[in-house]
């Protein structure tokens, strides 16, 4: 299967910019607050910059262009605040400290209601809306961490074959990997496609399945497409309290329902459970589903823990089919042979902000990820030359300087054309690494010489490994294209 690479620079701000440089404390006690999610708000209130306060509360935001702006701080169990107005002038860098109260959320007191109360976009007054707002602050700080590569991980992941009755496994294939990615561990498709085409598409005899990521559940058209309501806790978990959302009653595309279990003391979201609805007649009831489970680390990254995705395989039986009096034709034929099964868990990680500027330590590489032929760099000197099959590819320029051996990524659409924001790039065992910006571009200014890995990936996107000899003093530039996976 062909996969694509592409150039990645790194998006500077400029030395004159204006940033916040903050500490945030707990407004009594003045003990550092670790782990907050803060965000720099412009007059409008839209986000602007972003960051999680290390171990000492501390954090830096940048703003675009001078103004006034608001900081918003979200730690989950507690109740979010925003700051007074702050207003930063050109190239003014501020230093700052926030006091926040320290204001408990209680959602052990939260009642399920009898009758059904399945809300979109519901109000403040109401529970749910209670629920949503701490699932949310989780599923925000695991999009921003696998946006901005802060987690380095071991994962191992597995394809299995189920037992359609048992659900024992019948066949497995695993592998494993290390490296900075991103925190999601599956790919999706843009929230906007997933509303006009669903959540599984049918192409001839298969069905193509996509898994909600965080980014997919914090998204307008999920929010807007979806309504939600409070649910009782679990069998052997009386902690919990769930928040249920199920597709709104006039869409009838492939969609997805389940409920978001938070734990009713800290606030924090524990597992995502989902069904699929509205497949194809012989598909419904037949176990399609997947489960999502959170975890964080000490120094406040969320990030996705374990999960998998359960796809039916059915099977039409050939003949008439029995003679039944309301059973549609196709649905007495069809039969459930056996359940596909993709998942996978994180076995360890850690982040790569903790000690800024201290050297990473090394961790093992890819255990079975050998190279693959479609994704090999062809290198030459002057013209750009590559390898490219099916609209994928990797180019490389070489060019030779007086400066330390320097990489640069651009990453591109291989449909379109278009730069990719937010791939990461990561080079396995050095801890070097980064996120391209908006112009799909990162640069790696100062890369060790020698045979280099060069992994990227991105969320709807296949992933790819790139290979390349860096000569002392040398700057190297890749162009990849990134072929799209459902």
């Known amino acids: 299967m062909a996969m694509a690479a592409g150039t990645i620079f790194l998006t500077v701000a400029p030395a004159g910019a204006q940033s916040i440089h903050g ?26 910059d972003a960051a999680l306060t290390d171990a000492a509360g501390r954090f830096v935001l940048e703003a675009p262009a001078p103004g006034e702006y608001t900081i918003g701080i979200e730690r989950i169990g507690f109740v979010s605040t925003i700051s007074d107005p702050i207003e930063l002038a050109a190239g003014e860098v501020l230093d700052h400290r926030l006091g926040v109260a320290v204001e408990p959320i209680e959602l052990a007191g939260i009642s399920v209601t009898i009758e059904t109360d399945c809300r979109v976009r519901p109000g403040k007054e109401h529970d749910a809306s209670r629920l949503w707002q701490e699932a949310r602050k989780a599923l925000n700080m695991t999009a921003f961490a696998q946006d901005r590569g802060l987690l380095r991980h071991a994962i191992t992941k597995w394809e299995r074959v189920l037992d359609p009755s048992s ?6 294939r695993s592998r494993s990997r290390t490296g900075v990615s991103q925190g999601s561990p599956y790919v999706s498709v843009p929230p906007e496609l997933l509303a006009h085409v669903g959540f599984a598409r049918v192409e001839g005899q298969e069905v193509v399945y996509y898994g909600p990521d965080a980014d997919i559940l914090l998204s307008d058209e999920f929010l807007d497409g979806h309504c939600f309501e409070v649910r ?4 052997g978990e009386p902690g919990w309290i769930g928040l249920g959302f199920e597709p709104v009653r006039d869409r009838r595309l492939p969609d997805i329902s389940g409920t978001m279990w938070l734990d009713a003391t800290t606030g924090e979201l524990r597992l995502l459970e989902y069904d699929y609805t509205h497949l194809p007649a012989p598909l419904q009831g037949k176990g399609a589903g997947g489960r999502i489970e959170f975890d964080r680390v000490e120094s406040g990254e969320w990030y996705v823990s374990r999960w998998w995705i359960r796809m039916p395989v059915v099977r039409v039986r ?11 034709a196709e649905l007495r034929l069809a039969g459930l042979a056996w359940i596909e099964e993709e998942g996978g868990q994180v076995d360890r990680i850690e982040s790569v902000r903790a000690a800024p500027g201290a050297p990473a330590e090394p961790w093992p590489e890819p255990l079975d990820l050998p190279a693959d032929p479609a994704v090999a760099a062809a290198e030459g000197t002057g013209d750009p030359a590559g390898w490219a099959a099916e609209g994928a590819a990797i180019v490389v320029w070489r060019a030779t300087g007086e400066a330390a051996a320097r990489v640069g990524v651009t990453a591109l659409d291989a449909e379109t054309g278009e730069p990719i924001e937010g791939v990461q790039v990561h080079l396995p065992g050095l801890g070097l690494g980064g996120s391209t910006g908006p112009a799909g571009r990162l640069d790696l200014p100062a890369v060790p010489p020698g045979e280099r890995v060069l992994a990227l990936e991105r969320l709807g996107y296949r992933s790819v490994e790139v290979r390349v000899t860096l000569g002392a003093g040398e700057a190297v530039e890749i162009e990849a294209r990134l072929e799209l996976a459902p």
């Open 23 to 48: 500490r945030l404390v707990e407004a009594r006690s003045g003990t550092s607050v670790p782990g907050a999610f803060v965000a720099l708000l412009d007059a409008s209130g839209k986000q602007r």
């Open 318 to 328: 050939e003949g008439p089919p029995p003679a039944h009096p309301t059973i549609r």
């Open 167 to 172: 659900l024992g496994v019948r066949e497995e």
């Open 232 to 235: 009782a806790p679990p069998a």
